[in-house]
């Protein structure tokens, strides 16, 4: 198969200026990064939800920044020709000094080789997508919900679904496209506020469960194939219950193994003829 070209930021201009929607899938591993380039997928987030999917912690806020980097680099080693986007992590908000949240920023562009880096902000961080994009970091800002802001005890709840509050998300998204984001990603927001978000910017909006009117749509991997952990939302579509197809191949190992099918002599390497009887008259000597 041929390689694709990579699609770059200026692509995902022109896909919004001309009305083409691109996908967002989040992920992991090199191995399913590949068979997502192959199948088109436009854009890989790296998301945070690695903490929760793939660590089984209780909520994105835990996952270590190494580890985010190790698998960001992976998703970028099995898929080249694909835009990566990394999530930069929650230990990495150093609030009371905003230079090495730069440079944490930095580190998840440079060191993997990501196209962009998202961030949780709102209109306050307007001072750091500025001081980022000057370092050279291409920002994803990322509006409404805040997972790495929200107790996972108290749990998610949807954006902008009163004028006061749909207001600010509009303010916010203004300032930060004038700090310098490059691309804006809507969590949770209201339908009719992240299209009226969409409407008025020059920069690709991905929507995550946030309608139709952005440019792009992310979903979580994990969501997608029904493989459960995590906090899938309810407007997420499933398109497999990857989670009933594992259970039979895992219990169809488990009884092959019980049973004695598998392994047979026919599934494993043996010793070049003659060789046996060698061995023994060795193993007799002894």
């Not at 854009?43 to 960001?72: H, K, M, N, W």
């Not at 998204?173 to 310098?180: D, I, M, P, Q, S």
């Not at 440019?215 to 219950?241: A, C, F, I, W």
């Amino acid at each position: 198969m041929q390689a694709r070209s990579k699609p770059t930021l200026e692509d995902l201009r022109v896909f919004k200026q001309t009305g083409k929607k691109f996908s967002v899938l989040t992920c992991y591993d090199a191995a399913v990064a590949g068979l997502m380039e192959q199948a088109g997928v436009e854009v890989l987030l790296v998301g945070d939800t690695a903490a929760e999917v793939v660590l089984g912690l209780p909520s994105t806020r835990d996952i270590s920044p190494d580890f985010l980097l190790a698998l960001t680099a992976a998703v970028r080693r099995g898929a080249p020709n694909s835009f990566v986007m990394a999530d930069l992590p929650f230990a990495c908000r150093v609030e009371e000094n905003p230079d090495a949240t730069v440079e944490w920023a930095r580190r998840f562009h440079v060191e993997p080789g990501t196209d962009a880096v998202k961030i949780e902000v709102t209109g306050r961080d307007a001072a750091l997508v500025e001081a980022a994009t000057r370092r050279g970091v291409p920002v994803v800002a990322h509006l409404g919900l805040l997972p790495q802001h929200i107790d996972p005890q108290v749990g998610y709840r949807a954006q902008g679904r009163d004028a006061a509050s749909a207001a600010q998300l509009i303010s916010d998204a203004k300032r930060l496209e004038e700090a310098g984001a490059c691309m804006l990603l809507l969590e949770a927001v209201a339908g009719e506020v992240a299209a009226e978000i969409a409407s008025h910017t020059s920069l690709p909006v991905i929507g995550c469960v946030s309608g139709p009117g952005c440019d792009g749509t992310v979903v979580v991997l994990h969501d997608l194939l029904g493989l459960g952990m995590g906090h899938p939302p309810r407007g997420s579509k499933q398109y497999e219950n990857l989670a009933a197809i594992l259970m039979r191949v895992f219990r169809s190992y488990v009884d092959d193994i019980h049973a004695g099918r598998f392994p047979t002599q026919a599934d494993v390497p043996h010793m070049k003829a003659g060789e046996l009887e060698k061995l023994h008259a060795v193993l007799g000597e002894a």
